[in-house]
């Protein structure tokens, strides 16, 4: 089987379509989304629409997705994400709202091989940054694997004879064949808003007969994706990191 496992989309309509171009040439047989359908980015509703369409998905909400529609208060965001939150929810249409609320809270296991979630296996919000996060993650899980999302950086944790060691994932096309024996915490990247000084909108795919997981980097419109921000009138901020990748 192969996944397709992608997250942190945040409302950025190219750099979706952008990566679902670059998969249309690859065989996949499920997709496995990590949350935040929306905030920050323009084009909230035409995104839903996209993700909701793909076959064979399992999906979490975000902390985004959340707040969104209104399930958390937008106290413990920074300003301009709660400004975006704000937006972002006049501008949803009401089927699209509904949808948000009704997301699946993490942690959810899928497959008896696979748990998925947004922060944390044991706390939705929570960011794992570090050895010393997926210590305590791999202990909130029991199948192999679990992808998780929400720090925007492409990242494998292994945990081997109770040692924990992180990758930190740079560039396309880097492949890692899983142990056995082994048990792993691998985030994807972000489609919508990278973090880690690298622009492209990031993903990975997961062959599970194979024990590969595969990252990639795609180029993407990021002028247009910016010229709809300010044209929004959304903080200029989130227009000006999507060049930079930060
Ligand atoms: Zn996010």
């Keep these: 089987m192969r996944y397709l496992v992608f997250s942190d989309i945040h409302g950025n309509l190219e750099a979706l379509e952008a990566v679902l171009k670059d998969v249309s040439r690859k065989r996949i047989d499920r997709c496995i989304f990590l949350g935040d359908l929306v905030g920050y980015g ?14 064979h998905l399992s999906m979490v909400r975000g902390n985004h997705d959340k707040a969104v529609c209104g399930l958390e208060s937008i106290q413990t965001f920074n300003p301009v994400a709660a400004a975006a939150i704000q937006w972002t929810g006049k501008a949803l249409n009401k089927k699209h709202l509904q949808l948000l609320a009704g997301l699946t809270k993490s942690p959810l296991v899928i ?25 305590e993650a791999f202990n909130y899980f029991d199948t192999p694997i679990c992808f998780f999302g929400h720090t925007h950086f492409p990242f494998i944790y292994m945990e081997m004879d109770e ?9 396309n096309h880097l492949e890692i064949k899983l142990e056995k024996g082994a048990r792993y915490l691998i985030n994807p990247g972000s489609i919508g808003q990278p973090r880690d000084r690298d622009p492209r909108a990031a993903y990975a795919i997961y062959d599970s007969e194979q024990r590969k997981i595969k990252f990639y980097r795609v180029e993407y419109d990021f002028k247009e994706a910016q010229r709809k921000i300010l044209e929004a009138d959304l903080p200029s901020t989130l227009a000006e990191r999507l060049s930079l990748g930060i």
Aim: aromatic letters at 12%; proline letters at 4%.
């Design 163 to 171: 040692t924990v060691e992180g990758t930190f994932i740079q560039g």
């Design 42 to 55: 323009a084009s909230p509703n035409e995104v839903i629409q996209k993700v909701i369409s793909l076959k």
């Design 111 to 135: 497959h008896k091989q696979i748990t998925i979630c947004h922060g944390a296996p044991f706390d939705e919000d929570y960011y794992i940054f570090g050895e010393f996060d997926a210590v």
